[in-house]
């Protein structure tokens, strides 16, 4: 079946650091893969997405490259600030129309220090 | 435009006691989600729907079950609540489309507390 495994957290950086947080799945076919990204008492929030092979996303300096000789989708940031503190969870999407769903991975959470 | 909302934020209950969780956007959305998430599991989808008064089983149904009467509104029921299902529920929405169904826009969450 399909899966998404996720670096173990907490993950601890100084502001100004360079972030990298591992992502690896398991899936048949061509999924969707997605960053989102949870803010301490909020839902998640969608942060970027790639759709097919060396695709890359990015979005408020994140991104994120969709590696099919690897299954990987590692995001990166080069400079965290401490407004990047959350939880962040990667993500696939498989199915065909009207039946299509969410795998998540188990998340990481995030704490940038000034 | 408040997206998706959900009620109540947060509830406790006794083993044995039922309770309803309301979702509700305002996207005219076609698609609904309820997920649970829970410490080192991410999340798991409950149940979903496709449409105005259709529902389906996702990963972990059991305990729980669902409506989906009006399109704007999901609900999720625990007819006989247990310490399991102590955890926080999202509720989660996406248009029809093949572009733009690629996104899901969640809820705040409700934490749930079964004693």
């Known amino acids: 079946g399909n899966s998404v495994t996720q670096m173990e957290g907490p993950v601890t950086l100084s502001e100004e650091a360079f972030l990298t947080i591992n992502c690896t799945y398991t899936a048949t076919g061509y999924p969707s893969l997605f960053w989102y990204v949870q803010y301490p008492g909020e839902g998640l929030q969608l942060l970027l997405k790639?759709?097919?092979?060396?695709d890359k996303g990015s979005n408020k300096g994140f991104e994120a490259t969709y590696r099919k000789e690897t299954t990987s989708f590692h995001l990166e940031k080069g400079s965290v600030q401490v407004s990047d503190s959350a939880v962040y969870f990667c993500?696939?999407?498989?199915?065909?129309?009207?039946?299509?769903?969410?795998?998540f991975g188990t998340g990481t959470r995030l704490t940038i220090i000034p | 435009n408040a997206g998706v909302t959900q009620t109540p934020k947060f509830r406790v209950l006794k083993t044995g006691q039922s309770m309803t969780l309301l979702c509700a956007q305002d996207m005219n959305h076609e698609y609904m989600y309820w997920y649970r998430q829970d410490p080192g599991m991410g999340l798991r989808l409950i149940h979903y729907?496709?449409?105005?008064?259709?529902?389906a089983k996702g990963e972990v149904p059991d305990g729980y079950n669902v409506s989906r009467l009006k399109k704007q509104n999901f609900l999720l029921g625990l007819e006989s609540a247990a310490p399991s299902q102590t955890s926080v529920y999202f509720c989660a929405s996406n248009p029809k489309g093949l572009q733009v169904r690629e996104t899901q826009y969640f809820g705040p969450g409700t934490r749930l507390l079964v004693l």
């Open positions: 993500a696939l999407k498989r199915g065909f129309f009207g039946n299509e769903k969410l795998t």
């Open positions: 790639a759709t097919k092979a060396d």
């Open positions: 729907s496709v449409g105005e008064g259709t529902t």
